[in-house]
């Protein structure tokens, strides 16, 4: 399978403050990807690097064949155009209603009819989930859930290769968050996404993702699907999977398995 | 980014009883521009046609936005002629039966009736009943500020000192550069003006009543004030405003705090103490000023 990112040897430094020594991680084609590690080990800094808001102090980063170090204007344009980010909070933009925010990509990049617009955000609105008649909302009028799709939406309407989420099922209730999880996965195998996610919420864990990386001392200490992660012995590894909950969820997989 | 020859998008081809539509190349959000207004284009020509095939043969891929087009164009296209599909590639079915679970059809956009002939007055309406309800809360605005003065009045010990020094710092220390640049520059100004007025009189001297009375009587204490209202006051307004949405004004109501106590009386109480401050340092800038060119244009010296 194709690697769609690549990160070699990513260091990133504020001030006299050492957030990542050297991170090393390949997400291939069409894998859910989650990023792990306790708050403030850098998870969103890392993603931050990803999509070019932030330069790291070393290190090279490539992301769909492009190296982010030496990408031109132009390429990084097009390169933007290709993934789609959905932020902690939703980020919507509170002057516009709903389906203004999703427009809003289609309304400055393409040449297309109101008509049509307005046509291919009510289908985007259903297809994560919400009633197409939420358009009219503004996002002060929102729940949280809402507020998530809603912005799910405006970052799947170019049709990106690539989706970053962060923590999209933070701040969900159980019942949101799985049905959000459930949509991720739809969405993966519907339009083929690669999608990069950091999440610490144990069910999205289990239920959602194929491989992940966990950001520990600047490092990332354990890289792979969760089996392989669960045999790392590291103390976050132990502490975050040494839940109730979490230990459940393992007798339950280690029950199926035998 | 390449553009491929538009007519590849969609080619007509009529026989007698039918009309035949070849789509192909990349149908993809980027290029769905090209495709509807090529559409639109050719829409007039088949309107009298009595069978469409649409034949998607040469239809490299497709993503979901153009099939959302797509489908729209299908059902529009029904409603002229009886349409079939043919030649479907695999990808395409997949993508079309994957769009077709969440396509919605769109509402149909309201035409102009007479309720939309009221809309101007509509309009005018709404904004009359804001600016009422505007008027009303600025009215509760200075009624609470000023139960909030008296309250603080009652008891001084419940005056918030930290916070108005802070407001003291933020409205009236870092506002000094403005103002010093103001009013020296309105200071020279007024002298230079009047001196070449004076001047023709012989009435040289009276440069210093000028001076002496229009900056300080007048005009330093408008400029300090526009320049405090339009800075501080915007400043305010974002301070506020930020703790509205991150709920830091709801958190202190719901512990029971005045928030006109505690958010709206240190400020005012800031601008009480640091405006005649700064305005008499506008004073000094501003004199200042035209004692320099009373010295240069006049030959007036201080002494
Ligand atoms: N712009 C910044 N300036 C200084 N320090 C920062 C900045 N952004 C993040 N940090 C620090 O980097 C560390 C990692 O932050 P972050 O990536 O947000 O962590 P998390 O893993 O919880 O998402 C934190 O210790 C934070 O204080
Ligand atoms: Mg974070």
């Known amino acids: 399978m194709k690697e769609i990112i690549k990160m070699r040897h990513v260091r990133t430094v504020f001030g006299d403050k050492t957030v990542h020594e050297d991170v090393n991680l390949t997400v291939k084609e069409g894998e859910i990807y989650a990023i792990l590690g306790g708050s403030g080990s850098g998870k969103t800094t890392l993603l931050r690097e990803m999509i070019m808001l932030l330069r790291p102090s070393g290190g090279e980063i490539e992301i ?36 203004e925010n999703v427009a809003v990509w ?24 919400l009633d197409p008649d939420v358009g009219r909302l503004y996002p002060s009028e929102l729940s949280g859930g809402m507020v998530k799709r809603s912005a799910l939406a405006r970052a799947l309407v170019m049709d990106p290769k690539l989706l ?14 799985e ?17 990069v996610m950091i999440t ?22 354990a890289e792979g699907s969760l089996k392989q992660v669960l045999k790392r012995d590291h103390p976050f590894i132990r502490k975050f999977f040494g839940g109730n909950r979490a230990k459940a969820r393992i007798e339950a997989m280690k029950m199926e398995a035998s | 980014m390449f553009f491929m020859n538009s007519e590849e998008y969609i080619d007509i081809e009529r026989s007698k009883e039918s009309v035949t539509i070849r789509l192909g190349g990349i149908w993809s959000v980027e290029s769905l521009g090209s495709i509807e207004s ?31 087009f797509f489908i729209t164009m299908r059902s529009e296209l029904k409603k002229i002629a009886d349409t079939r599909v043919i030649n479907t590639p695999k990808e395409f079915c997949r993508m079309f039966r994957m769009v077709k679970r ?68 933020s409205t009236g220390v870092t506002a000094i550069p403005i103002v010093a640049l103001s009013s020296f520059l309105v200071g020279i100004v007024i002298a230079f003006q009047s001196a070449v007025q004076l001047q023709k009189y012989g009435a040289n001297i009276f ?34 405003g930020v703790m509205k949405i991150t709920e830091e004004i709801d958190a202190m109501k719901t512990m029971g705090f005045e928030i006109f106590r505690f958010v709206v009386f240190p400020r005012i109480a800031a601008m009480m103490i640091a405006l005649p401050l700064l305005i008499f340092f506008a004073d000094i800038i501003g004199i200042y000023g035209g004692l320099l060119v009373a010295k240069m244009q006049l030959d007036i010296t201080p002494a």
């Open chain 1, 64 to 99: 769909l064949g492009q190296n982010l170090e030496t990408i031109s204007q132009k390429e990084a344009q097009k390169l933007r155009s290709q993934w789609g980010v959905l932020f902690q909070f939703g980020a919507l933009f509170t002057s516009l209603t709903v389906e």
């Open chain 1, 106 to 129: 289609l309304r400055e990049y393409t040449s297309l009819s109101d008509a049509t617009i307005r046509q291919i955000v009510r289908s985007k609105l259903k297809m994560v989930g």
């Open chain 1, 164 to 177: 970053f989420l962060d923590e999209p099922t933070s701040g969900l209730d159980p019942v949101s968050a």
């Open chain 1, 179 to 195: 049905a959000f999880d459930e949509l991720i996965t739809q969405l993966r195998s519907l339009l083929g996404l690669t999608i």
């Open chain 1, 200 to 221: 610490h919420d144990i069910d999205t864990i289990f239920n959602v993702v194929d491989k992940m990386a966990v950001l520990g001392e600047g490092r990332v200490v």
């Open chain 2, 38 to 68: 090529l559409y639109k284009k050719v829409l007039p020509e088949i309107f009298d046609a009595k069978k469409i095939v649409l034949d998607l043969k040469r239809v490299e891929s497709i993503d979901t936005s153009a099939m959302i």
């Open chain 2, 102 to 169: 969440f396509y919605t059809p769109s509402y149909r956009p309201k035409s102009a009736t007479f309720a939309s002939l009221l809309e101007p007055i509509l309009r005018i309406g709404k904004g009359a009943v804001s600016i009422y309800y505007d008027i009303v809360l600025f009215l509760s605005f200075i009624g609470r500020s000023a139960i909030a003065v008296f309250d603080t009045l009652k008891r001084p010990s419940s005056f918030r000192i930290k916070e108005t020094a802070v407001n003291i710092y």
């Open chain 2, 207 to 240: 440069i210093v009543d000028m001076i002496g009375i229009s900056i300080p009587r007048e005009l330093a204490p408008l400029i300090t004030a526009i320049i405090v209202a339009g800075r501080s006051g915007s400043a305010y307004t974002a301070q506020i």
